[in-house]
């Protein structure tokens, strides 16, 4: 039997999305090894930025009404420069052109679109330097390379924008049509895109997916769909495949599916793909392996959390299963993705930001769920959340050896949901035992375990950076909402890291029930002093969204708000409509914690008064001026 698993278009581009290599080495341990891998997404974007693709988005934009937008019209009116110039671009970005730096460092070469307007605003924001004399503020005296892969990424921005304004406003380097999956409790729209002749890039998609079909004869397509702007990729895909004269076998599974399709009742879904998984996606997939290799009757397949459809219904099939422990689902394969062909994009000269799309990173599970699961926010009552189990560090070393092999890369991305501090002890003292020349960053809840003598090990195992989520950055909210740190304990753990070299990022969360414009204002003068201290290198701030798979769905009396009406509809659920009487404008507010946070990263704003960032008047700060500085001493 013949499976192929694919990434779907839009992912990313700078590495291969985990779950597709995971789930081969999985099927490899159980005899399934004539198992290939494409990353369609990748593909996707390599044939936009290659002067065949930029021609034909070219002539797109000449059969459609005039543009009027700076993107396209820069591309029309230099598109020679820019054929000549973006394939050279592309295999800079992907280290097999690395002279092309000094040439691209001039400024003369590249055409300069509207992304590169940034530039003049940060050299203003530096009005000490001269000319380019910001530039050493972020890549250093003889920072070549780095420069230039910041400038390269502003060209190919440029031309992803132009197709985005002229070509087709759903697409994005990271997601494609997003829109009409986001909490889509009909599946309509999806429905009517996907039976429609489709824009330029779901020309290419359709091309794409029947180039796959030729080259690999698969008997089983699978398909990842992590988030909303991978769904209709996935979709177009599977549908384009199975309308073939192969006709594959299709599924698909992923975080998007686990967390938005459990309720799915629209038979209409099963016009593109065969069947639909829930949740960790081996046994589901292993068992409809199994059936279909042994040629079982549809009646008398037996299923693991396996949506189908039956007599015109969708059916949710689910026999009894014991899932892998972490420890026995394998280590990834790599077999047939072109390594070397992912693009190390810069799209922000800071050093933290640029670690999510500026390396091809080896992406590793080293447990599953996350081990405090108590956060009322969040979808803890999701398998993938809500049950942690842990693989052995001897065991996740030797995967890491073995993924260094097949990949020639030794840098890391641990992808867990929060990576357990003693976890994280075990697996460095573990990879310094074993003289494991890695680099490495993670995801960590930032709680007092994570103290100067482990960050230390940390460092010295070659963790170079650790995300975690500040949410509000408020005490009493964050009592409210049980995420199981304090103000001062997660200060004490940025600083620690911080002061081992290991760069911090935060997430950050506005707009909680219960909050007032005060405890904003406090939030932001407290994440101005991590900043201002270097114990907080980059941050990012989200709305927050109540989902239905979150405790506080089920208790929304505790957090002063009352739930609204669903929209009716047989497709997807997620966030829930809810309304909070005396609610403060969180719009403007959000628009000023944004505005803010963009400098900060910068270095730039940070000794003035937080209030003077938001649109709105807010309360000056009640946090101390001398909070973060006297907690971390």
């Known amino acids: 039997m013949r499976i192929l698993l694919v990434i779907p278009p839009m992912v990313q581009v700078n590495a291969p999305y985990a779950a597709a290599p995971h789930l081969a080495g999985f099927l490899h341990r159980h005899g399934y090894h004539d198992v290939r891998l494409a990353d369609a997404s990748l593909a996707l974007a390599l044939h936009l930025f290659s002067r065949q693709g930029v021609r034909e988005v070219c002539r797109t934009l000449k059969r459609t009404r005039t543009p009027t937008h700076p993107s396209p019209l820069h591309l029309l009116a230099n598109r020679t420069a820019i054929e000549n110039a973006v394939e050279p671009v592309v295999r800079f970005l992907q280290g097999r052109n690395p002279t092309l730096a000094n040439r691209i460092v001039t400024r003369q070469w590249l055409p300069k679109g509207p992304r590169f307007d940034v530039l003049a605003g940060l050299a203003q924001a530096f009005p000490g330097t001269r000319g380019d004399g910001w530039v050493r503020h972020y890549f250093g005296a003889s920072g070549a390379q780095d420069q230039a892969a910041y400038l390269a990424s502003l060209f190919l921005d440029d031309l992803v924008d132009a197709v985005r304004e002229g070509v087709d406003p759903r697409f994005d380097l990271s997601r494609y049509a997003d829109k009409l999956a986001v909490s889509a409790t009909s599946f309509d729209d999806l429905d009517n895109a996907l039976h429609s002749g489709g824009s330029l890039i779901d ?256 460092e010295r195992s070659g963790c170079v950076a650790l995300t975690g989520g500040l949410e509000c950055a408020e005490a009493r909210l964050l009592k409210l909402m049980c995420k199981g740190i304090t103000l001062e304990g997660a200060t004490r753990a940025m600083a620690a890291l911080s002061g081992a070299g290991i760069l911090v990022h935060a997430y950050l969360m506005y707009g909680f029930p219960t909050q007032r414009e005060a405890e904003t204002s406090d939030a932001l003068e407290l994440v101005r002093q ?25 208790d929304p009396e505790t957090f002063g708000i009352r739930l609204l009406p669903r929209p009716a509809g047989r497709f997807a659920v997620n966030e829930i409509p809810y309304e909070e009487p005396g609610m403060p404008d969180h719009t403007g507010l959000g628009e000023g914690l944004r505005k803010a946070l963009y400098n900060y990263q910068f270095g730039i704003g940070l000794d003035e008064d937080v209030r003077a960032w938001f649109p709105i008047p807010v309360p000056r700060p009640r946090i101390p001026a001398t909070f973060v500085k006297r907690t971390s001493s």
């Open 203 to 458: 020309r290419w998609i359709d091309d794409l997916s029947d180039r796959l079909v030729r080259e690999h004869r698969p008997d089983v397509a699978g398909f990842t769909v992590p988030f909303p702007g991978a769904l209709y990729g996935a979709l177009r895909m599977s549908a384009r495949m199975r309308a073939g004269h192969r006709r594959p076998v299709t599924v698909l599974g992923g975080g998007y599916i686990n967390t938005e399709l459990r309720e799915l009742a629209d038979p209409r879904v099963f016009d593109h793909v065969d069947y639909i998984t829930l949740d960790a996606g081996e046994m589901p997939l292993l068992r409809l392996l199994e059936s279909l290799r042994r040629k079982r009757s549809v009646a008398k397949l037996r299923l693991v959390r396996t949506f189908r459809r039956r007599n015109r219904r969708v059916v949710l099939e689910s026999s009894p299963a014991v899932d892998p422990s972490p420890a026995q689902t394998g280590t990834p394969s790599f077999d047939g993705l072109a390594m070397d062909h992912y693009l190390a994009m810069t799209e922000v000269p800071n050093p933290m930001a640029r670690l999510w799309s500026s390396g091809c990173w080896n992406k590793l599970l080293l447990s599953r769920g996350c081990y405090w699961h108590r956060c009322r926010f969040c979808d803890t009552a999701l398998d993938h959340i809500g049950r942690y189990r842990a693989a052995p560090a001897a065991t996740l070393v030797r995967r890491m050896e073995a993924m260094m092999e097949q990949t020639g890369r030794t840098g890391f991305h641990f992808v867990d949901e929060a990576a357990a501090p003693g976890l994280l002890r075990r697996l460095a003292s573990t990879i310094i035992r074993r003289g494991l020349p890695v680099t490495w960053w993670g995801n960590i809840r930032f709680e007092p375990a994570f103290d100067p003598d482990l960050a230390r090990l940390l």
């Open 530 to 554: 991590l900043f201002a201290a270097g114990f907080l290198q980059s941050a990012y701030w989200h709305r927050f969204a109540l989902t239905a798979h979150s405790p506080m769905a089920h």
